[in-house]
């Protein structure tokens, strides 16, 4: 039987897709993971491992990703057959952020020149925060984000770059800040209303401010691009020294067809930091 062209074609995509298909599980067979979640580590919890030693260590433990780096830092890590599951840099950092108009024309320029570095080094996803909410209503945050985001989204969608920002805990961490609830966060992603802007549901953080943890990835995944772990209180080890049973969330967000990183993000307290990055990668591994 004669095939039509665009027959030809779709048969073509999907071998490509069945050996791309086959290759990730074979790498994950090889790495000792089950291949369901995509694990990274955010450099920041180790600063006394050089990134060279963190990238080659994740490496072997079948890790995908070393994240919050800047631009500048992301050839290391692409020298290690990695990539940045969420790139950092965007002026202004967790405070000054995106709820404030007087900030954007920064933001702006700095996205303009960015994003396609950011694209040449294999990345997809930059970090953007709302800002501290000094008094500010969170309906005007909600409007200022959006504003901003507007004005950033063109730059997104040129590049095929998918900006996202985290939730953070205003209790303990990052008093004052504005999208500290899954709620803020999902409103302003309705108003938005773009797939090239979603949010870094962190685990941690919204443990302190909300709980229900499985619940919310259940009702808003479509909303997270990208997940953080950490432990609880102290935002240390996964392990059963804290309160949240990771097994179960991730087989939450596993179930969701989520096909994003969930990256390692607490501050080990064992002198074995490295150790803790595997036990933690193993727990999530489901």
């Not at 020298?79 to 108009?101: D, E, F, K, W, Y």
């Not at 919310?216 to 049973?245: C, M, S």
Request: charged residues 25%.
């Amino acid at each position: 039987m004669k095939l039509s062209r665009r027959s030809a074609l779709l048969s073509t995509a999907a071998a490509a897709a069945a050996s791309l298909t086959t290759r990730i599980e074979a790498a994950d067979a090889a790495s000792g993971l089950k291949g369901r979640i995509r694990h990274s580590v955010c450099k920041w919890c180790y600063p006394k491992v050089g990134l060279d030693d963190l990238a080659k260590f994740a490496k072997e433990l079948g890790m995908s990703s070393i994240e919050l780096l800047e631009v500048k830092e992301i050839p290391t890590v692409n020298r290690h057959g990695l990539t940045c599951a969420m790139v950092s840099g965007i002026p202004g950092g967790i405070t000054q952020g995106l709820n404030r108009l007087e900030n954007h024309d920064q933001m702006v320029e700095w996205f303009a020149a960015t994003a396609p570095e950011v694209v040449k080094v294999g990345c997809e996803n930059v970090i953007c925060f709302s800002g501290n909410r000094k008094g500010q209503a969170d309906e005007e945050g909600i409007k200022n984000c959006a504003a901003g985001l507007k004005r950033l989204l063109p730059i997104a969608e040129k590049h095929r770059l998918t900006l996202v920002m985290e939730l953070l805990n205003s209790k303990v961490n990052h008093a004052d800040y504005q999208c500290d609830t899954s709620k803020w966060g999902v409103a302003l992603c309705e108003a938005v209303s773009s797939e090239r802007f979603k949010l870094l549901y962190d685990i941690y953080h919204m443990q302190i401010m909300e709980g229900d943890v499985i619940a919310t990835i259940k009702k808003h995944h479509k909303w997270f691009a990208h997940y953080h772990t950490g432990g609880v209180p102290g935002r240390n080890e996964i392990d059963d020294t804290q309160e949240l049973f990771y097994p179960a969330i991730m087989k939450a967000i596993a179930d969701t067809g989520f096909k994003g990183h969930v990256a390692q993000e607490f501050i080990p307290k064992r002198s074995d930091v490295l150790a803790s990055l595997k036990q933690g990668v193993t727990i999530c591994d489901v």
